[in-house]
Structures are given as C-alpha cells and as structure tokens.
C-alpha cells in the first residue's frame, strides 16, 4: 500500500473520500489497518464504505472495529456494521449482534438477526 493512501482518504471532500474507501476496500487485507482508520471519518457514508469493504476481508482483526461500529451514532451504519459482521463468519459477532436485536430500530435489528442466522450456520 502507498504510504499516502490514507492521506488521501482524509485530506479529500467527501466524494473522493467515498471513492478512496471503495478503492481500499480492492485491496484487502493489505488495506485493513487504512480502512480501520478510516471508520473515524465524520462522513456517515464513508464510514458506511468502508464498513462494507471490511466485512468482505475475511480477517480476525476487523472483527472488533466492526463490533464498535455497531454502536455508531447513524443507523445507516450500524446497519452495515451489522450486515458486514455477518460476512465475516467469526462468531464472536454473535453476542454483540444479539444485544443489537433488543435495542436498536427494525431496519439495524433485521440485519443483525440475518447476520446471527449467517454466522450460525458457519
């Protein structure tokens, strides 16, 4: 990875910061510590993409910043950290993902119990 890629993700406006996010995302598990950084962006929707790419690295380390993510202040996100979780396959979401059933909106508790079934069935 280029040193300046992360600079380049927090130095743009929020649609080259989207772009940025999706591009990481291509990169894997050689872009995770970038995209874990990233999840801190003010921008729900980069956050939002960059949640998304992590849940597509199939890596130990992203599994507790995605759990964090479940307690971000957006909906959307949360929804996606939810989602992500599910396409992890580490079932130490499961607990997590059960505590967001019982206390968030319809839209993030739906994701979090089809990411459970997911997870469930390994």
């Given at each position: 990875m280029p040193k300046n890629s992360y600079q380049k993700l927090i130095d743009r406006g929020n649609t080259e910061r989207w772009?940025?996010?999706v591009e990481l995302g291509r990169h894997g598990k050689l872009a995770v510590d970038l995209l874990i950084a990233a999840m801190k962006d003010e921008d729900k929707w980069v956050r939002y993409l960059v949640i998304d790419a992590l849940g597509n690295i199939r890596d130990p380390q992203v599994v507790d910043?995605?759990?964090a993510a479940l307690r971000?202040?957006?909906?959307?996100?949360?929804?996606v950290a939810a989602e992500a979780l599910g396409r992890t396959g580490d079932a130490r979401a499961i607990v997590p993902l059960e505590e967001t059933?019982?206390?968030d909106n319809c839209y993030v508790r739906?994701?979090?119990e089809e990411a459970i079934a997911r997870l469930k069935l390994g």
């Amino acid at each position: 990875m280029p040193k300046n890629s992360y600079q380049k993700l927090i130095d743009r406006g929020n649609t080259e910061r989207w772009k940025h996010a999706v591009e990481l995302g291509r990169h894997g598990k050689l872009a995770v510590d970038l995209l874990i950084a990233a999840m801190k962006d003010e921008d729900k929707w980069v956050r939002y993409l960059v949640i998304d790419a992590l849940g597509n690295i199939r890596d130990p380390q992203v599994v507790d910043p995605l759990i964090a993510a479940l307690r971000d202040h957006d909906q959307d996100v949360r929804f996606v950290a939810a989602e992500a979780l599910g396409r992890t396959g580490d079932a130490r979401a499961i607990v997590p993902l059960e505590e967001t059933c019982t206390g968030d909106n319809c839209y993030v508790r739906i994701a979090a119990e089809e990411a459970i079934a997911r997870l469930k069935l390994g």
